[in-house]
């Protein structure tokens, strides 16, 4: 049963901290996507990969987040320092790219950051 | 400011009634259109899409409408069963810029009283 998993599934942590999410995509999935789960915005992309490397993070902000693919099997969302603002829902999410087709993207259950 | 817009936070239909959930967008390039739906604690699944060619996708009790002169989208559930309960996302992608980009709006949260 092929699934993205993402730990941790909860964090709480104190302002200041270094915070990293982790992702492990669906094997063979070649895009990697991470989305942010707010009440105001919805979900929002912070960033995604392709083949392992960085297509766009313009919706990260730069100064404190970072998003890296060190291999295939692993996609990792760092926050450095967290602050409560960044307190949400964050997805990871994998796909098969498609050049002239839209394709499904899959979602892993989340990881719940409480920032105080 | 937002692309895609979901203006009603959420919605209560009745069991074996229509549920009609709206969507809005701003940006004339999105040319592919889909719905995802969440459950608590669990990441969005896909639902249904609809390319910018057609103006009705049908997949059983989901039924999606796209009015591209209006640049609005529905997605009717007919019969609105109690498992239908979720939050719903509209989201939206140019595929001559990349299919793999999609915007998400903020979804609707639909609740199937019994």
């Known amino acids: 049963d092929a699934r993205v998993t993402q730990t941790p599934r909860d964090k709480v942590t104190e302002m200041g901290q270094e915070v990293t999410m982790r992702c492990q995509p669906i094997?063979?999935?070649?895009?990697v996507f991470w989305y942010r789960q707010t009440m105001m915005q919805g979900l929002e992309l912070l960033a995604y990969?392709?083949?392992?490397?960085?297509?766009?993070d313009s919706g990260m902000p730069k100064d404190r987040f970072s998003a890296e693919m060190p291999d295939a099997t692993l996609a990792t969302l760092k926050i450095q320092p967290s602050e409560p603002r960044d307190s949400a829902v964050y997805f990871c999410?994998?796909?098969?790219?498609?050049?002239?087709?839209?394709?499904?993207?899959?979602f892993g259950p989340g990881t719940r950051l409480t920032v105080l | 400011d937002q692309q895609v817009k979901q203006n009603s936070p959420s919605l209560s239909v009745q069991e074996g009634r229509i549920s009609i959930l709206n969507c809005d967008y701003t940006?004339?390039?999105?040319?592919?259109f889909l719905w995802y739906k969440k459950y608590p604690a669990e990441g969005p699944t896909f639902l249904i899409s609809?390319?910018?060619?057609?103006d009705k996708n049908e997949d059983g009790r989901f039924t999606v409408f796209l009015n591209k002169s209006a640049k609005h989208l529905s997605l009717h559930i007919v019969p609105s069963q109690p498992g239908d309960s979720a939050v719903y996302f509209c989201?939206?992608?140019?595929?001559?810029?990349?299919?793999?980009?999609?915007?998400f709006g903020p979804g609707t949260s639909l609740s199937v009283i019994p």
């Open positions: 999410a994998s796909g098969l790219a498609g050049a002239r087709s839209y394709n499904e993207q899959f």
């Open positions: 940006n004339s390039m999105f040319d592919y």
């Open positions: 990969f392709r083949n392992r490397a960085p297509l766009d």
């Open positions: 989201a939206a992608s140019e595929g001559k810029t990349s299919y793999d980009k999609v915007i």
């Open positions: 094997l063979g999935h070649n895009t």
């Open positions: 609809i390319s910018s060619i057609k």
